[in-house]
Antibody, heavy 117, light 114 residues
């Protein structure tokens, strides 16, 4: 059975760095792209970017380009989303999702990131 | 960028009645080479991640009840819940994956029981 399990909630201060994770199981990790999606409190979904584990290619939404980095570790079947400098506006729930014909068939449970001084 | 606009923003439907949600795209998301519309629908319940209901505009995901159906082509799409059940209370999103370098979602439609 396919599962995407994300790391736990984080409370950080502005200016701090952070990396959250998404561990995949139940399928061949290299065979499916992984996207990250942001959901700010009480609002809709925003696509942030994606990674293709088969060739390491990444694409970013221009709104997030340069502010986050998407990576992965094939040996751990895990994708990552990293910030080197958090801002209060990064407070949100972040989901990883597996591409299926480019729709998303499996989602992680979400990671709540709170950035507050 | 492709902008998806859903209507209405919210609707209240009686149990057993039909619910209809519209999704309008700012440009066609029908790929002529394969005649597929690059649109999906998701259901999100409070405290949960989104769940895939429909892809290619009208293909139901495995395990999704057949009261959910998708239709439309080009720029206008519809998600229909033929007979609303209590467990269908959720926010529904459309999603275009036509532009592979810039996916986008509609703003969401909240469905409640009247």
């Amino acid at each position: 059975e396919v599962h995407l399990v994300q790391s736990g909630a984080e409370l950080k201060k502005p200016g701090e760095s952070l990396r959250i994770s998404c561990e995949a199981s139940g399928y061949s990790f290299s065979s499916y792209w992984i996207s990250w999606v942001r959901q700010k409190p009480g609002t809709g979904l925003e696509w942030m970017g994606r990674v293709d584990p088969s060739d390491s290619h990444t694409n970013y939404n221009p709104s997030f380009q340069g502010h986050v980095t998407i990576s992965f570790d094939m040996s751990l079947s895990t994708a990552y989303l990293r910030w080197s400098w958090l801002e209060a506006s990064d407070t949100a729930i972040y989901y990883c999702a597996r591409h299926y014909g480019e729709a998303y068939d499996y989602w992680g449970q979400g990671t709540l990131v709170t950035v507050s001084s | 960028d492709i902008v998806l606009t859903q209507s209405p923003d919210s609707l209240a439907v009686s149990l057993g009645e039909r619910a209809t949600i519209n999704c309008e795209s700012s440009q066609s998301i029908l790929y002529s080479a394969n005649n597929k519309n690059y649109l999906a629908w998701y259901q999100q319940k409070p405290g949960q991640p989104p769940k895939l209901l429909i892809y290619w505009a009208s293909t139901r995901q495995s395990g999704v009840p057949d009261r959910f159906s998708g239709s439309g082509s080009g720029t206008h799409f519809t998600l229909t819940i033929s007979s609303l059940q209590a467990e269908d209370v959720a926010v529904y999103y459309c999603h275009q994956y036509y532009t592979t370098l810039m996916y986008s979602f509609g703003q969401g439609t909240k469905v409640e029981i009247k």
